[in-house]
């Protein structure tokens, strides 16, 4: 863990460059146009992480019905192994709760084994599979879901 403060807040418009400078550097990301980030800020829930007044790490979720799917978790590469990605989860938690989200659903490569094992401490269980659902290389999504 660093000794460096982490804060998580709000996603504002002007944090989208940043968001995708992250993302970009990431192969296991959904990778969004900046319009995209932009009507995600406006409509769901985008968190970013900063220590030290940096960007380090952001978490992108949407609004379906009562439930909300995370659609995407990105720490940079100097950052991870800090624990940002599970502060990320616990306060999209904490969001989902307070706007009475029944659970909350995302699918993930199977290959991303650093997200799958971030998922499973965070208490989400696997519940389906798209067979060759992602592209470059295919690949099957694994369906995680957590009960609020």
């Known amino acids: ?6 804060a ?15 993302e ?13 980030y932009k009507k995600l800020i406006e409509t769901g829930i985008v968190l970013v992480a ?32 800090q624990g940002i990605a599970s502060e990320l989860v616990h306060e999209i ?5 307070a706007a009475k989200m029944s659970a ?3 699918e993930v490569r199977e290959s991303n084994h650093a997200a799958r094992a971030l998922y499973s401490k965070s208490d ?11 592209r470059n290389p295919q690949e099957d999504a694994i369906l995680y879901a957590k009960r609020l």
């Open 50 to 81: 900063d220590q030290s007044g940096a960007t380090c790490g952001f978490i992108a979720a949407q609004f379906l019905s009562s439930e909300l799917e995370i659609q995407n978790v990105v720490v940079g590469r100097e950052f991870l192994r």
């Open 124 to 134: 989400f269980r696997e519940v389906g599979r798209r067979r060759g659902y992602y």
């Open 24 to 36: 970009v550097q990431e192969p296991n990301a959904s990778h969004w146009t900046a319009d995209q």
């Open 8 to 22: 998580i807040r709000i996603a504002e418009l002007e944090d989208v460059p940043a968001i995708r400078t992250l």
């Open 104 to 106: 909350i659903i995302l």
């Open 1 to 6: 863990m660093s000794s460096m403060p982490i």
């Open 93 to 97: 938690f904490a969001r989902a709760r």
